[in-house]
């Protein structure tokens, strides 16, 4: 298995541009988030999954859009990137809601100009 | 709210040595699930340990042990005999039990000397 996948995982954009984040898991997990890592705040949750078709906010939702067509793809789209919006994303997904271990993607730095 | 406090932005100690790393959350849930994740320089996040609330036994794996009070809301980390490849920041986080979402705090970056 390869586990959760996520290209790129370096990218540099101008301001106003968009763009999608790719990612995969191939584990059969219903549950799918994305989180952004800032320095000095840990990770915030983005959106999130609980299957096929449902999505959900998180705490930091505003300037990404996100959709789930299959069980293993979670793309997150960043539809006029802004400065605010360079960080690291990471992908996560898991089998339940039932506090079981989140399986995260190696990362995407993302350097918006 | 739930919030997650990491006092420890950095620390640092020998080889060999036991290190504690801290950690405070406040929440009105009673039921949920608490966790520290590593992340080495290679930025991979990774599961160390996971206690759940409703468990007054505290989790052990291997070097790593916690210690939650949940009345205190604390739960912090003890690597024994640490090792050179622990370095690296690590994240305590918690999870409401029956939602699909970890709150993490700041982090704290250990560094492990020879």
């Known amino acids: 298995n390869a586990g959760v996948t996520q290209t790129p995982k370096f990218q540099v954009l101008k301001t106003g541009q968009s763009m999608t984040l790719q990612c995969a898991q191939d584990m059969n997990h219903e549950y799918m988030s994305w989180y952004r890592q800032d320095p000095g705040m840990g990770l915030r949750l983005i959106h999130y999954?609980?299957?096929?078709?449902?999505?959900d906010q998180g705490e930091v939702p505003n300037g990404y859009n996100v959709s789930r067509s299959t069980t293993e793809d979670f793309p997150l789209r960043l539809l006029s990137a802004a400065p605010s919006q360079t960080s690291v994303y990471f992908c996560a997904s898991s089998y339940s809601l039932s506090g079981r271990e989140q399986f995260f993607g190696p990362g995407t730095r993302l350097t918006v100009l | 709210a739930q919030t997650v406090t990491q006092s420890q932005p950095e620390m640092s100690v020998q080889e060999a040595e036991t290190v504690t790393l801290s950690c405070t959350y406040d929440t009105s849930e009673s039921n949920y699930y608490l966790f520290w994740y590593k992340q080495p320089p290679s930025r991979q996040m990774i599961l160390v340990i996971r206690q759940e609330a409703y468990k007054q036994q505290n989790a052990t794996e291997n070097r790593f042990s916690v210690n939650f009070q949940k009345a205190a809301k604390s739960f912090s980390l003890k690597i024994s005999d640490s090792q050179l490849g622990d370095t690296a920041m690590y994240f305590c986080?918690?999870?409401?039990?029956?939602?699909?979402?970890?709150?993490f705090g700041q982090g704290t970056r250990l560094t492990i000397n020879p």
């Open positions: 986080a918690f999870a409401p039990e029956g939602a699909q979402k970890l709150v």
């Open positions: 999954s609980v299957g096929a078709g449902i999505t």
